[in-house]
C-alpha cells in the first residue's frame, strides 16, 4: 500500500508539475505578440542598379536592434542584434518574390521603435543590404542615418519593398501604404538654454507641437502645420506663449501627427 501511494502521490504531483507548466507557457506567451515582417523583392530584381540583382544562397535575412526590444523566434530562441547570419534571423519565402519572418515580442515594447534592415544572404560587400543604393534608396523609411528602418513595434502583418518605400514600390503586388512611424529624441536633457528636439517622419504630415506644464497647462506651441518627412529640428527656449520666461520644472513636448501621439519630457533648469 505505501508503495501504491508513493506512485500515486508522484504521479499527481508530476501532473501538477506538467500542469503548472502549462499555465506558466500559457501566462508567459499572453504577455508576448507576434510581428510578421514581410519583403516584396520584385522591385529590386526588376529595376536594381547594382549588377547580378539575384538573391543569395542562404536567403533573405533581417538585421536590427532585435535583441534590445526583447525579439524571439516562435520557437522562442531570442534574436541577436545586427547579425544576418543567425539562424533566427532567416527569413522564409513564401511565394511572388515576397519572404517572410514571424516574430514575437514582449509587451513592455509595445510602441517602441525597432530598428532594422531586411538583407540579402549577409552584409555588403559579401552580400547586400539597404539603403546602400542612391537610385533605389529607403528614401522617408531612414531612421536617421545608415539606411535603417524604424518600425513602431504593433502586432501585425506588415509588408515592405526592398530598399524603398516610394510610390513605385508601393504599386508592385502589396497595394498597401508601409505603415507611418515617427520618432523623436531630445536634447540635452536637463536643458538651461535651449532644449532640441530631433523629429524623424516616414511621411509628410500635419503636426502640431505644444509644450505643457505638469497640470497639462499650454505653455507655447512649437509648431502647427504640414511637416516634411525625414528629420526636422524642433527648438524650445524655455519661454511662454508671451515670451516670458518659465520656472524650472517638469515639462512636456506634446506631439500630434494625426493618428499617432507623442510626448517627450523636458527638464528646464535655467
Known amino acids: 500500500m505505501k508503495f501504491i501511494f508513493f506512485l500515486g502521490s508522484r504521479t499527481f504531483c508530476l501532473s501538477l508539475v506538467a500542469l503548472c507548466g ?11 505578440f507576434q510581428v510578421n515582417l514581410l519583403v ?10 547594382r549588377p547580378a540583382p539575384t538573391i543569395a544562397p542562404n536567403g533573405m535575412r533581417v538585421g536590427g536592434t532585435f535583441f534590445d526590444m526583447g525579439a524571439t523566434s516562435l520557437g522562442g530562441a531570442a534574436v541577436p542584434n545586427w547579425t544576418p547570419g543567425d539562424t533566427n534571423c532567416a527569413m522564409t519565402y513564401v511565394g511572388n518574390n515576397v519572404w517572410r519572418i514571424s516574430l514575437r515580442f ?3 515594447t509595445l510602441n517602441d521603435t525597432l530598428q532594422f534592415k531586411f538583407v540579402n544572404g549577409t552584409w555588403s560587400p559579401q552580400g547586400d543590404n539597404e539603403g546602400l543604393d542612391n537610385l533605389n534608396s529607403l528614401q522617408g523609411c531612414r531612421a536617421g542615418g545608415f539606411g535603417n528602418r524604424a518600425f513602431v ?5 506588415f509588408r515592405y519593398c526592398y530598399d524603398r518605400c516610394d510610390s ?16 523623436a529624441v531630445t536634447y540635452p536633457n536637463p536643458a538651461r538654454s535651449i532644449a532640441y528636439t530631433q523629429l524623424y517622419l516616414s511621411n509628410n504630415k500635419a503636426v502640431h507641437a505644444v509644450i505643457v506644464d505638469a497640470s497639462g497647462r499650454m505653455i507655447t506651441t512649437l509648431h502647427q502645420g504640414i511637416m516634411d518627412a525625414g528629420q526636422q529640428i524642433l527648438q524650445w527656449d524655455g519661454t511662454d506663449v508671451n515670451g ?3 520656472a524650472s520644472g517638469l515639462y512636456t513636448l506634446r506631439l500630434d501627427m494625426e493618428e499617432k501621439v507623442l510626448f517627450r519630457k523636458i527638464l528646464w533648469q535655467p
Open 153 to 157: 513595434i504593433q502586432p501585425g502583418t
Open 106 to 108: 514582449p509587451n513592455p
Open 22 to 32: 502549462t499555465i506558466c507557457t500559457s501566462i508567459a506567451q499572453s504577455q508576448t
Open 40 to 49: 516584396d523583392m520584385t522591385t529590386y530584381i526588376d529595376t536594381c542598379s
Open 168 to 183: 513605385v514600390c508601393l504599386r508592385i503586388q502589396t497595394g498597401l501604404e508601409e505603415p507611418f512611424w515617427a520618432e
Open 244 to 246: 516670458t520666461p518659465v
